[in-house]
């Protein structure tokens, strides 16, 4: 958190800083004066915190033990692929850092470690790196308060397929691959969605998607339900996907198969996307057609709205003579009938 600076009777600034937690919980300020806000705000951001062993739980314990413990205790609350996710985390994220005790940790050793990872991970990478580490140095160190900068955020380009490039993909696909790249671009389904389906679960209109193929911490293939609430969900689908779907003899595919078919597929036709870009066509058509938001979040199965906005910055290729068509005639109308009005 960033310090405050109050402005003293004396026309000098004041900006405390935190220091440490005492055993009985009350935190413990440093105050720095000078002439100016800034310089007052700068001095107190750049206090390191005092390390007190006593306000560690496990002064002695690495941090790589604490990852573990952190993990051990709220693996039965998570989904089998945040807890392998977590444990990969533990194996590979900040080297240097895991064989450190708690007590000699510090919010500046912690930067260090961001600064080296920001060469070789994305921001988002990194804050998911960061994310994990403060909560178990808040479970484990709580004293140790950090104040972490990262590199701006980069935009991230959301590629959208065009129909063209749909109809390619569906053209050069064998009989495994063929009908997940349907339910892909026209249900809007995961990969780990179809690979958990059942002849069952589809139905004269479509498919109920209510459950995921992923792998658990030992990295075996399981079925669990979805991550969130809104992955439960009806997925309407043409008759002629429905048919090709029931027909499937691959109901037993993982999601690595797939990737691996699909990177197949892609060199083969000169593509750069990835198979996840067939839900981005999905939405994205949808969205052309002029179907709500709400609407196509609900049936794609997002939470909220925000990757729709994402994914419609980039407008499907093969739409934009008729968008560009359809404002030029807008405009044209508009005036022309302005101008009649006038004359």
């Known amino acids: 958190m960033t310090p405050k600076a109050a402005k003293l009777?004396?026309?000098?600034w004041r900006a405390r800083a935190y220091d440490y937690t005492d055993d009985n919980g009350k935190r413990h300020y440093v105050s720095y004066t000078a002439g100016s806000k800034a310089e007052a705000r700068a001095a107190a951001m750049a206090h390191i915190p005092t390390v007190k062993s006593t306000n560690i739980p496990y002064p002695e314990i690495k941090l790589k033990e604490a990852y573990k413990r952190y993990i051990d205790t709220h693996k039965n609350e998570w989904s089998p692929s945040t807890v392998r996710?977590?444990?990969?985390?533990?194996?590979?994220?900040?080297?240097?850092?895991?064989?450190?005790?708690?007590?000699?940790?510090?919010?500046?050793?912690?930067?260090?470690?961001?600064?080296?990872a920001a060469a070789s991970c994305s921001v988002k990478t990194l804050r998911n790196k960061h994310g994990l580490l403060h909560k178990v140095l808040k479970c484990y160190a709580p004293n140790i308060v950090l104040r972490t900068d990262f590199p701006k955020r980069q935009k991230v380009e959301v590629y959208v397929p065009t129909s063209e490039q749909v109809a390619k993909a569906l053209n050069s696909a064998n009989e495994i691959m063929r009908v997940p790249i349907l339910?892909?671009?026209?249900?809007?389904?995961?990969?780990?969605?179809?690979?958990?389906?059942t002849i069952e679960d589809f139905a004269d209109t479509g498919v109920y998607v209510t459950k995921a193929k992923v792998k658990d911490e030992n990295n075996q293939w399981v079925i669990k339900p979805p991550k969130t609430a809104a992955g439960k969900r009806f997925c309407p689908l043409p008759p002629s996907v429905i048919k090709e779907a029931r027909a499937w003899k691959y109901f037993d595919l993982n999601p690595d198969v797939i990737r691996y078919r699909w990177a197949n597929i892609k060199t083969k036709n000169g593509f750069k996307f990835k198979f996840h870009a067939f839900r981005h066509y999905w939405a994205s058509l949808l969205h052309a057609k002029g179907f709500p938001d709400q609407y196509i979040a609900k049936i794609g199965g997002w939470e909220s709205t925000d990757m729709l906005h994402k994914i419609y910055a980039h407008p499907l290729g093969?739409?934009?003579?008729?968008?560009?068509n359809k404002v030029v005639d807008i405009f044209t109308t508009e005036f022309k009938s302005n101008a009649e009005k006038k004359a």
């Open 9 to 12: 009777p004396s026309g000098r």
């Open 85 to 116: 996710e977590y444990g990969r985390q533990m194996e590979r994220d900040f080297p240097k850092l895991m064989p450190m005790k708690l007590k000699d940790i510090t919010p500046e050793i912690v930067q260090t470690a961001i600064n080296e």
């Open 183 to 197: 339910l892909a671009s026209q249900g809007s389904l995961r990969r780990s969605e179809i690979c958990a389906l």
């Open 318 to 324: 093969d739409k934009l003579p008729e968008y560009t």
